[in-house]
């Protein structure tokens, strides 16, 4: 038998490649539909947009990244004299359509093509855009927002959101420990002690990806503590290159600490009060779900233990869409560690 080799070599992507990559990642209707049937994210701007409506009646309105222009159209529906739908993928032709169907081609106008690279008819007294991805920065859309604030927002325009923020825990995953532990257990059942495969199994599992899943409340180890707050209105694409913070948790009591979830939360200023899209283990689920950071093993932590540290979030060098996570922490009197997260491959992305 040939021996294999699980060496496989990644060719840094070059720009253009990497852009059409993630353009054509948003031409299939399985994440449109992932994305407007997510009721928290849709109707949370929907509600944002409608709360605001006093400011968009009448107003020119930009909305970055349209998809199938949902919130173009919501736009407009709040009032809006004319709306732009910027978008650079092949789903602007169903925006077209949808636009059609609902009798708003004289108020939304689709154009497609890159924000960067398209030529609006006139600045723009609102900017709205769905820019967020996995961990927040995943995509790196927000330099794209940012973009369009610097060269079509007029002074005093309004963007939606205005503000995100992001939040760290330490989190157990109990379906980590029961596959290190599995490994225990093969011996009842057949016989073979395979015990000395916890390790491997361990270095598989606990691994540098940013693992993209549900975490439970019951697994949150400790109030959540915000490490950075991004305002939209003054964000520089220069910032966005490096976006740190600190943060200091006490756990709650005795566990197994797997690792640390990272989430967001993004706010629209409204009239009356803020409103808030929020991606936390403990508000309703979202297709953003959470990010999870697994340590190298699991570390007991009791009540009180601090888990403390920096997040560093940045792009990666081999493809500025795709963000790395760098956690300099220390677990209560253990040394301190660091560890490099980034986003395994696009799936269906080819390794030519
Ligand atoms: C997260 S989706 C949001 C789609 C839609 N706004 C919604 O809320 O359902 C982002 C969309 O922005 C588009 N996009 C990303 N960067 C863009 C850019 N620089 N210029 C134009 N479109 C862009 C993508 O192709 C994708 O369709």
Known sequence: MEKMSHVVKKRKLDKSR???????????????????????????????????????????VLD???????????CAQAGAKKVYAVEACSIAEEAVRIVRHNNLQDRVEVIRGTVETVDLPEPVEVIVSEWMGYALLHESMLNSVVYARDKWLKPGGLILPSKAELYIAPVCDPVVEDRLHFWYTVKEQYGVDMSCMSDFARRCIM??????????????LSHPARFAELDLYTVTAEELRSVKGQFRCESFGSSAASGLCVYFTVTFSCPDKPLVLSTSPFKAETHWKQAVLYFDAPVRVVQDTAVAGEVSMYPSEDSARHVCIRVDYTIGEQKGQTKTFSIPDWSGEAQS
């Open 18 to 60: 990497q852009e059409r990559l993630y353009f054509d990642s948003y031409t299939d209707v399985t994440i449109h539909e992932d994305m407007i049937a997510d009721y928290v994210r849709t109707n949370t701007y929907r509600t944002a947009i409608m709360r605001n409506s006093e400011l968009i009646r009448g107003k020119v």
């Open 207 to 220: 691994n540098s990806d940013i693992t993209v899943n549900f975490v439970s409340i019951e697994d949150v």
């Open 64 to 74: 970055v990244g349209a998809g199938t222009g949902v919130l173009s159209i919501f």
